[in-house]
């Protein structure tokens, strides 16, 4: 198997989506194993989509002059930081104990855990992208057609970004999360 790029791959192909079969997304929450680790993975990948939308509705308000720039300049600034910083941790905890752990409970996911780990180095580089853009409108504060303009750009970055995140979110939760239901989180912390 090949590894599709973030922005030009579908859903999973069948051979990672053996065990979604057996617990079905719908079913997670019911799941005995459901509490605990399971519940606090998908909390964070909730927690990225919030931010994610909540960036793209700021920049959206700068450009419909709905927001002072310095109020959007102020919650850039913290969410923008605040999604970098989170992301780069959960994926550095992904990758240097998770997904080794994981892959060894069921090895037939072995590929969907290298995919995984692509797409994290791939996100490396579209996170210093969305900090450069986001610095690029914080440092135009003070002009605020330029602040407009660098706004419209940052927010294409965020929504071809948050295209690509929702799609490696949901890759990464229906191979990570039937593993956990099924094995239990023993061993894992």
Do not use: C
Not at 63 to 84: E, H, N, Q
Not at 125 to 136: C, K, Q, S, T
Request: charged share 30%; proline share 4%; hydrophobic share 40%.
């Amino acid at each position: 198997m090949t590894y599709t790029p973030l922005d030009q791959r579908g859903p999973l192909p069948d051979a990672l989506r053996v065990l979604l079969e057996d617990y079905p997304r719908d079913a997670w929450e019911a799941h005995p194993n459901f509490s605990g680790l399971v519940q606090f993975w998908l909390e964070r990948h909730m927690m990225f989509r919030r931010l994610m939308e909540m960036l793209d509705q700021d920049a959206k308000a700068m450009i419909d002059r709905k927001i002072a720039p310095r109020d959007y300049a102020g919650r850039l600034s913290r969410f923008g930081g605040m999604l970098v910083n989170q992301l780069h941790g959960h994926h550095q905890i992904e990758d240097h104990h998770y997904f080794p752990v994981l892959e060894k409970l069921d090895t037939r996911l072995k590929r969907g855990f290298e995919m995984l780990d692509k797409d994290h180095h791939a996100m490396d580089g579209i996170l210093n992208r969305f900090a450069e853009g986001a610095n690029g409108v914080l440092g135009a504060l003070d002009d605020d057609a330029k602040m407009r303009e660098g706004s419209a750009a940052f927010r294409r970055e965020v929504l071809g970004f948050q295209k690509m995140l929702h799609r490696h979110l949901q890759d990464e939760e229906e191979i990570i999360v039937p593993v956990i239901l099924k094995n239990g989180a023993a061993g894992l912390h």
